[in-house]
């Protein structure tokens, strides 16, 4: 019996690589919404994903894990200086690994009854795979690639809008040439954020909690605070050290852990214990690092430790005062000395939280965190801001975390909703939206502003913590 297209992708390229088990083809534990989405999964080369993957498995050094194709706890890190490559921190970057595998496992169809085709191409690995050059985003080669995948496309001209193209990494860092592709066409453009425009569809990275099974919580927690992080970054990282350490000093009973980073990619502990002890804590604070998209808050998602934010309020852009006041949750977007030369280049002048933590259909996240006005850092009294904080709400939010941290990560047996299910309720809202033109509106041009997501009945669609379940949001 001669093999269908998406059947040679997932036989011959991806299983047939050696050490590589494949996953079981049980179908993803997907929302009511996307359960009759038709699945389209493009034939191309295999140099556009199995073949990116074993360049990025023939330098991952000491490290104990493949390259996210198969649910692997990381308890060996590769050593950037006595490996000469940083695998480790690379593999944050793989999502797309599950992603593609999650949609080649859904039902598939023939282009001509396709809601979605999906590019199986790993735009962020191809990018990781340049030794020298992995967080350039116009690297000539990689956009001579993409350029000649385009012509593998043969149904985008008419369909451009339902395309989806994989890129699990910054924004900043995506391949700048196909963030112009899918802004002009509006196609699906799946990414770390922050989101840009109303196809861009945020996701959670690879390997939450170290790729380590969901830790057992228990009450009460042994610790107040746990931080693990690089003070040489930005100003305000120094500054919430000083007042970590003066927390420490002031508030011996509050049980502190506090490790610094050394360089920015060692961490000081072993990721098991580290994991151990984020889910033996109450509070974790995540603080602006050089990019809005940081693996921490996804740590400590998984962990069970509740993330606490530094809350800015943003009334104005470039001193002109904007249309929607819109609250930031720990970056300054307005701070450009606080960032790398290439965000104070290319990031907007707002970022609201909205724009760089996915899945707010799915994701109550004033209920999971915890936010500490910034003014309390600038006026020198975070120390007393944070031990003012009332327990028992931290309790009750890391209660209500526990029941949904399912949702940060990538269920590789496909028995629960995951990551992926809370990413596909955000396609199906994104098909839906007049300004994107999906499923409900083909051949409708995207639209510069977003609007707010409707169903049938005008109202937006969510999905419940458990289940799956769609409801609409009143």
Not at 243 to 271: Q, V
Not at 320 to 348: F, H, I, Y
Request: proline share 8%; hydrophobic share 40%.
């Amino acid at each position: 019996m001669q093999l269908t297209a998406v059947q040679r992708l997932w036989d011959e390229n991806f299983c047939a690589v050696p050490s590589v088990s494949c996953p079981r083809r049980a179908t993803p534990h997907l929302p009511d919404c996307a359960r009759n989405l038709k699945v389209y999964v493009y034939d191309l080369p295999s140099t556009y994903h199995a073949n990116l993957l074993e360049k990025m498995e023939r330098r991952r050094g000491k490290s104990s894990c493949d390259y996210e194709r198969s649910a692997c706890a990381e308890i060996v890190r590769s050593r950037p200086r006595a490996d000469n490559w940083d695998y480790s921190n690379l593999r944050q970057y793989a999502a797309e690994v599950p992603i593609l595998y999650k949609f080649m496992q859904m039902p598939q169809t023939g282009p001509e009854q396709a809601d979605l085709f999906v590019v199986p191409w790993f735009a962020s690995t191809e990018l990781s795979g340049f030794e020298y050059t992995p967080w350039y985003p116009r690297n000539e080669k990689c956009v001579a690639r993409f350029e000649a995948l385009l012509s593998n496309l043969t149904h985008f001209a008419q369909n451009p809008s339902r395309h989806v193209f994989l890129s699990s990494r910054d924004w900043t860092f995506s391949l700048l040439r196909l963030r112009q592709l899918a802004k002009s066409s509006g196609a699906l453009l799946f990414n770390y954020g922050p989101r840009t425009a109303p196809n861009e569809i945020l996701i959670a990275p690879s390997s939450a909690g170290f790729g380590l099974p969901l830790p057992h919580l228990t009450y009460p927690a042994k610790f107040f605070l746990f931080a693990m992080m690089d003070i040489s970054i930005n100003p305000i990282r120094r500054d919430i050290d000083s007042e970590l350490r003066r927390l420490n000093a002031t508030h011996p009973e509050l049980s502190i852990l506090y490790h610094p980073i050394i360089d920015h990619r060692s961490i000081p502990l072993p990721p098991l214990r580290a994991l151990e002890l984020m889910s033996q804590t109450l509070l974790c604070p995540i603080i602006q690092g050089d990019l809005p998209y940081q693996h921490r808050l996804f740590d400590a998602l998984v962990a069970g430790c509740v993330p606490l934010f530094l809350r800015y309020q943003l009334d104005d852009v470039d001193d002109q005062p904007m249309k929607q006041p819109c609250e930031a949750w720990s970056w300054d977007a307005k701070n450009r000395s606080a960032m790398k030369g290439v965000a104070r280049a290319t990031l907007p002048r707002t970022i609201c939280k909205e724009q760089h933590l996915p899945y707010w259909s799915t994701v109550d996240w004033h209920a999971l965190t915890m936010r500490i006005d910034v003014s309390a850092l600038s006026e020198g009294r975070l120390a007393e801001a944070i031990a003012a904080l009332e327990i028992s709400e931290i309790v009750r939010k890391r209660r209500k975390l526990e029941r949904m941290r399912h949702h940060f990560i990538y269920e590789r047996d496909n028995a629960s909703p995951d990551a992926f299910s809370a990413m596909m309720v955000e396609v199906c809202n994104a098909l839906r939206d007049p300004c994107v033109g999906g499923v409900h509106v083909r051949g409708k041009p995207a639209c510069k502003s977003e609007r707010a997501t409707k169903d049938s009945r005008g109202s937006p669609v969510t999905m419940e913590a458990h289940g799956g379940a769609m409801r609409r949001a009143r």
